[in-house]
């Protein structure tokens, strides 16, 4: 499976912006996905994860609440809706897919990669 993220851009905050990460391929929903950001100078960290067939979600704590993750396997898409959006939202947000829901929290462990798509929130 390939991966192409898009939806970013610039923000004010308390805003609101959807990103979205469109897959190839028939197996697509066989593939959890997950959302990673990395800004200037920081490690890329995870922001959150669904699984192949949408059942399982999960966030830490710093976008919990404000972020929500879904698929359409029928279009090959997962979104990552994001509102309430803050400064230190601000990053190159990625896109992630493994066959193992569990492994995409680090993102060393994780070899399948969209190219990033830019978020700024001003302030």
């Known amino acids: 499976v390939q991966l192409q993220a898009s939806g970013g851009g610039l923000v004010q905050a308390g805003g609101s912006l959807r990103l979205s990460c469109a897959g190839s391929g028939r197996t697509f929903s066989n593939y959890a996905v997950g959302w990673f950001r990395q800004a200037p100078g920081k490690e890329r960290d995870f922001v959150a994860r669904?699984?192949?067939?949408?059942?399982?979600?999960y966030y830490p704590d710093s976008v919990k609440g404000r972020f929500t993750i879904s698929r359409d396997n029928a279009k090959n898409t997962v979104y990552l809706q994001m509102n309430n959006l803050k400064p230190e939202d601000t990053a190159t947000y990625y896109c992630a897919a493994d066959l193992e829901y569990n492994t995409l929290i680090l993102a060393s462990n994780v070899h399948l990669w969209g190219q990033g798509t830019l978020v700024t929130v001003s302030s």
């Open positions: 669904i699984s192949g067939r949408g059942g399982l979600t």
